[in-house]
Nanobody, 128 residues
């Protein structure tokens, strides 16, 4: 089993920055041959949408067009933690942000239904 815990959300003004963290525990990723981790978000009344993802072992990254150039996904293998650095935040970025993980799965990393493990979510609110 893998547990994910997000932190770092909050209230920020437009143009500001936040860094989200996703700490993992339980079975370590080094025991899996293929691990992908991603960030998704869901605003009130909207569907959950892809934000960014990365392959844990290879470091391949992918971003939604809406955040490309503003958000950066990264990881710290030693700490088993994934990050989402969010810069130049906009009010449309307001949502609950979730980190997610999947293991042993090949295919597009943007599909949230392919992720098995989820954190509880952290609220990000960007004021205008």
């Amino acid at each position: 089993q893998v547990q994910l815990v997000e932190s770092g959300g909050g209230l920020v003004q437009a143009g500001g920055s936040l860094r989200l963290s996703c700490a993992t525990s339980g079975r370590t990723f080094s025991t899996f041959s293929s691990v992908d981790m991603g960030w998704f978000r869901q605003a009130p009344g909207k569907e959950r949408e892809f934000v960014a993802a990365m392959s844990w072992n290879g470091g391949i990254t992918d971003y939604a067009d809406s955040v490309k150039g503003r958000f950066t996904i990264s990881r710290d293998n030693a700490k088993n933690t994934m990050y989402l650095q969010m810069d130049s935040l906009k009010p449309v970025d307001t949502a609950v942000y979730y980190c997610a993980a999947r293991v042993g799965f090949e295919g597009p990393r943007r599909v949230w239904g392919t992720y098995r493990y989820w954190g509880q979510g952290t609220q990000v609110t960007v004021s205008s």
